[in-house]
C-alpha cells in the first residue's frame, strides 16, 4: 500500500470515530467530516459554530 494512501485512511478513521463519537453525547454538539479524496482534503464541519464577538465593519478594509 502507498504511504500516501495509508495516511489517508488513518486521517478518515481518526474524523470518522470522533465524529461518530461525538455523535453519541446527548449534548447537543455534532460535526461532520468530508472527505475529497480525489485531491486529499478533509473538512470538517460544526454546524452549531456561533460567533460570540461578531462585529459589524462600517468602512471595507483596502
Known amino acids: 500500500m502507498d504511504t500516501k494512501l ?3 485512511e488513518i486521517i ?10 461525538r455523535a453519541s ?3 447537543g ?3 461532520q ?3 475529497d479524496d480525489e485531491h ?4 470538517v ?4 459554530f456561533r460567533t460570540l464577538n461578531c ?3 462600517k468602512k471595507p478594509l483596502k
Open 29 to 31: 454538539y455534532n460535526f
Open 12 to 21: 478518515k478513521s481518526i474524523l470518522t470515530e470522533t465524529a461518530e463519537y
Open 25 to 27: 453525547i446527548p449534548d
Open 6 to 8: 495509508k495516511y489517508q
Open 55 to 57: 462585529h459589524k465593519v
Open 40 to 43: 486529499g482534503r478533509y473538512l
Open 33 to 35: 467530516v468530508l472527505f
Open 45 to 48: 464541519l460544526d454546524p452549531t
